[in-house]
């Protein structure tokens, strides 16, 4: 401990680990969407002072001094009172999903979207969409990818009404992936500008199998 307040670092807040079970340390650094992989006597010393908050054998990219922190809070701070001026709709095009996680909340209804739905969010984003700097769509389930007919549809008239306003238009998906094949992800990527991807995985192989 003393070693940290003699050095002014602290270890990043942004900075996760996680033991793998083929016995590799796992480190996540979600500020700087990086992960690192280490093995052997090498991960266990790093672990160990981790735990022991004694950061002299920590290598760099793991701390942060105190400035450096607070700098970088405050640059994700200004990204989201930035991207609190988008217009941002969560958009289910099915709550019905191909998997059965033992977890999931919904009831897998394989309900596809009214027409009066979807020309409902065409009319309410053509509306609004000059109050704002941007549109973001997220797509959510269910499987969004259960529903590509809809996605398809919607993207096209939403892309198309950002252009009209000239404002820029960003899309992300949470997906289970199964359906996100060679072909598909070409089509949600060129042509929806889906440029985000979050993919739902429980794990190693047979962790996620479970359930
Ligand atoms: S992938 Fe998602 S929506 Fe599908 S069953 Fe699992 S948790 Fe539910």
Redesign the pocket.
Known sequence: MSNNLETGRQLSPFIKTIRLMDGNLMILDSFNSKMYKLSGEYADNIEKSILNNDLSKCPQYLTLDNELCAESMDLLYKDYLKSCNFLQLIILPTEG?N???T??Y?N?ENKKMLPETKESIINFVEKNISKYTALRIEWF???PLCNISDVNELSQNLIQICKKNKKPYYASMTT?GYLLDVETFRQMFLKNKILRFQI?LDGVKETHDLN
């Open positions: 999903c998997f059965r996680c977890y999931c919904e897998h389930g269910g499987e289970n739902t």
